[in-house]
């Protein structure tokens, strides 16, 4: 991608984008929701499909000149089947949000009950957050954390599903390190009567890697983000059981969606296709080896993470707790020295949301530039060295030079 049009066209967004690659390839990325997209991903994202419009579904198009396109959608579908299992699956939401909404929409609704991932402890805003439309329309009951080892009480979830009898439970996350009992959840939902829906956008990438279990054949419903852990474009699709397909299908379109993004179903295809390499599940392994490599080289540097260590790409640091560093100070300061992470609440904080006890942080991206387990313990001290210099500007932007010499070892994929 080396923007010459762009250069020529629009010399002002050329210099932004040139900028953005730099500092992709001289930071470190540690946002556990974000990955580097490989150059074939990069290429579809930019073909011409993006010139077209293509409302409905493969062979039930609102437009002409659509067969092209059906192919493209078709191969995505096709390669998502295979990859997790699934009897239907809609490659056409645009996001995870988007798609959570059109799973709502299809099984419930307004006002019936979801029993959902609390958000402060790890859940999602489209989990039941009051600001958010989960919220808005549907009566929300929470499930927490085992407060003495910050794991989920499936015991408590049971109680409360017996007691609350909801209509859907939803089983997924944004900030939680350990595995998910989805045979348990399914369970619970059996004994209550209620649809199970999984939202897998962290965890897509290492289930279809073969190193997590696979809800698709357990769940009645299964969405999930494309890029994240799953390393494609900017989009979500949404997976199910056949029963449910037409309510799926009439709720993205034309329930919550217009045309889809064609250019992005085909980099879907592209991604879906690459996940379905042996060498993907070499990736997802390596995630996991990373991420429980860089949560031991923190606890031995006295950081606490939540529940103890992580089983998946993810771990939560009580930077507070530990170092007396609540997560906005704990942000600002890596940023400055060129680690980027995102500030977060842990189980039962004390503190807001806008300035919480700790960090979330994660080794997708990392993993994607070929860095392995040894290489984690340089992060950590790298980390460790930018959180104890917080309040010197000086020594910062010197750690971020050492910052820039450890990046530039671990190519970026799609940047020259």
Sequence with gaps: MNYSNIQTEDPALYEILKRE????????????????????????????????????????????????????????????????????????????????????????NPGDKVLGFSLDQGGHLSHGHPLNFSGKLYTIIPYFLHKEDEVIDMDEVEAIAVREKPKMILAGFSAYSRSLDWQRFRAIADKVGAFLFADIAHIAGLIAGKQLENPVPICDVVSTTTHKTLRGPRGAMIMCKEQFAAAINKTVFPGVQGGPHDHITAAKAVAYGEALKPEFQDYAKQVIKNAQALAAALQQKGYRIVSGG???????????????????????????????????????????????????????????????????????????????????????????????????????????
Excluded: W
């Excluded at 092209?68 to 990859?83: H, M, S, T, Y």
């Design 21 to 108: 690659e730099q500092r992709q390839k001289e930071g470190i990325e540690l946002i556990a929701s974000e990955n580097y997209v490989s150059r074939a991903v990069l290429e579809a994202m930019g073909s011409v499909l993006t010139n077209k419009y293509s409302e409905g579904y493969p062979g039930k198009r609102y437009y002409g000149g659509n067969a092209i396109v059906d192919e493209a959608e078709n191969l995505a579908i096709a390669r998502a089947k295979e990859l997790f299992g699934a009897e239907h699956v809609n490659v056409q939401p645009l996001s995870g949000s988007p798609a959570n909404l059109a799973v709502y929409m299809a099984l419930l």
């Design 310 to 416: 992580t089983e998946n790409h993810l771990m939560l640091v009580d930077s507070f707790g530990s170092k007396g560093i609540t997560g906005k100070e704990a942000e600002t300061a890596l940023d400055k020295a060129g680690i980027s992470i995102n500030k977060n609440m842990i189980p039962y904080d004390p503190r807001k949301p806008l300035d919480p006890s700790g960090i979330r942080i994660g080794t997708p991206a990392l993993t994607t530039r070929g860095c392995r387990e040894a290489d984690m313990q340089a992060v950590a001290d790298l980390m460790d060295e930018a959180l104890a210099s917080r309040t010197d500007e000086t020594r910062l932007a010197a750690i971020k030079e050492k910052v820039k010499t450890f990046s530039l070892r671990f190519p970026v994929p799609g940047i020259e």
